[in-house]
């Protein structure tokens, strides 16, 4: 008896390519060759032995971890499903089959898997205004690490970041992956670094009760100055522009203010060399304690 199972989780996902198609779709297919179930005196089959074929850089026993069938075990084809999943699971494999066959001892259990491209190396190409090293450190990929392509995604957003945080706008980093035949990849990371720009204003909107020169001793983000290059006032930094918005929130909150509300920060970037940031306020009532009367036993 044959039975097959295929589970078809969707394509993986892929960087750009700049010619190289790398999209594919990943098909897992449990095989179960002359499956017997149990017979009829409802006797339980044994596992007799499990075993991994396939596997070149990943070690065995990180198969066989995420494996529950175990020899000398009761054998359950569910349970088979799930071993499967699971190895596919580690995210080491691009393809994952189950062999099983019938012996006189027992049950035989084979993994069959293909490996993912391991990484030969990391390359990065466009970078003249931020150093080398300094992109390094944002890097997590390693070579003779296992091709993750989400990992690839979030290295290359994390050195787009970097370039944010040091006041460049308009930057773009684009990976592209080069399949060997050794079963490996070449990841290369090309920059464009756009433009170094710098916050020529914060203007607030609605702000009627508390001045924006007040306002603007609440934040982090500073415009622009003469001591910018010592201070690095002016520098653009989403996430401190966000952490400002929750600090004039608590800044009006201690003020008696409790309904003021703020709009996530407005960015004008059409000049990064004169970037403009926006906050809508509306305040609300400003509430006052009344006197506190204590009577009885205190």
């Not at 095989?31 to 179930?37: E, N, Y």
């Not at 012996?103 to 990391?122: A, C, H, L, Q, R």
């Not at 308009?170 to 050794?182: P, S």
Request: charged share 30%; proline share 3%.
């Amino acid at each position: 008896m044959i039975w097959k199972l295929k589970l078809k989780p969707g394509k993986e996902p892929t960087g750009t390519d700049m010619g190289c198609r790398i999209g594919k779709s990943i098909c897992i297919t449990l095989l179960l060759l002359l499956l017997v179930f149990s017979n009829s005196e409802g006797s339980e089959e044994v596992i007799h032995k499990v075993t991994v074929l396939g596997n070149v850089k990943v070690e065995e026993g990180v198969v066989r971890g995420a494996v529950k069938s175990r020899e000398g075990g009761p054998f359950s084809a569910d349970q088979v499903r799930e071993d499967l999943r699971s190895v596919f699971g580690l995210g080491y494999f691009s393809d994952v089959q189950v062999d099983i066959k019938t012996t006189p001892k027992g049950k035989e259990i084979i993994f069959i898997v293909m490996e993912k491209p391991s990484i030969k190396e990391i390359l990065i190409t466009g970078n003249q205004k931020v150093k080398l090293d300094d992109i390094k450190e944002k890097v997590t990929l390693t070579s003779r690490s296992i091709l993750d392509l989400e990992k690839v995604k979030e290295n290359g957003e994390q050195i787009r970041r970097l370039y944010f945080s040091k006041g460049y706008y308009g930057v773009k980093v684009v990976h592209q992956i080069d399949y060997l035949e050794t079963n490996e990849a070449v990841v290369t990371f090309q920059i464009e670094e756009g433009v170094k720009g710098k916050i020529k204003k914060i203007v607030f909107k609605g702000n009627k009760k508390i001045k924006s020169s007040d306002l603007k001793k609440v934040m982090m983000t500073k415009q622009k100055n003469i001591l910018s290059i010592i201070t690095k006032a002016g520098i653009l930094d989403e996430d401190m522009l966000k952490n400002d918005t929750q600090m004039l929130m608590a800044y009006y909150v201690d003020h008696g203010y409790l309904d003021v509300k703020i709009s996530e920060p407005k960015i004008d970037l059409q000049d990064p060399k004169r970037i403009l940031i926006e906050l809508e306020i509306s305040e609300g009532p400003q509430y006052h304690i009344g006197e506190v009367d204590f009577r009885g036993d205190v």
